[in-house]
């Protein structure tokens, strides 16, 4: 079973939709937790941390339901710009690494 | 604040050959890591040093060798290209314990003939 799975997507939204997507993860000892941007043939980016109470940054909202273990990122009207991969980070205690998951593709259309 | 910096962008080689791919972070983070990625692979962990003086295998090592020469520069060698190690690789930063968010350098894309 792999460590932290997501959906590949890709998810086909119009601008101004919203869009929620799911990551699971395996191992109950995994503290801390990110979503990651990734443009085409670009780095991943730092979008935001996943807080236990969940978190928001303007029209993206994060959160963590640790008794079914997973993270959801959900994004607000859309916007063409908004299209990338997501990718689910999650880091294990007592690991010195992050694992990443292999990232859910946005597709927002005019 | 250049944040990571990757040398060089892009590199073709031909198998057998050689080479260094250099990361340079000036974050005065603590980690840094190498991996790779492929398409439908996601990113692969190739080797990390959690500290200056440490490196560590991650999950996909052979084929390749790493130095921390200083806090800020983590080389990873290539003794002898293979095409199989035709891929994006990217080097990161973070401040290290506890384990904290990554920073990622904008990636070298290799392609071995």
Redesign the interface.
Known sequence: RKEVEQDPGPFNVPEGATVAFNCTYSNSASQ?F?WYRQDC??????LM?VYSSGNEDGRFTAQLNRASQYISLLIRDSKLSDSATY?CVV?IAG????T????TMLLVSP | NAGVTQTPKFQVLKTGQSMTLQCAQDMNHN?M?WYRQDP????R?IY?S?SEGTT?K?EVPNGYNVSRLNKREFSLRLESAAPSQTS?Y?CASSE????????????TRLTVT
Not at chain 1, 41 to 46: G, N, Q, V
Request: glycine share 18%.
């Open positions: 801390s990110f043939r670009k780095e991943p980016k730092l941390s990718l880091n690991y010195s690494t992050l990443f998951g292999k990232g | 980690s890591y439908g692979m996601g990113l962990l990390y959690a560590d991650g994006v990217f290290g314990s506890p384990v904290r968010e990554q920073y990622f350098g904008p990636g």
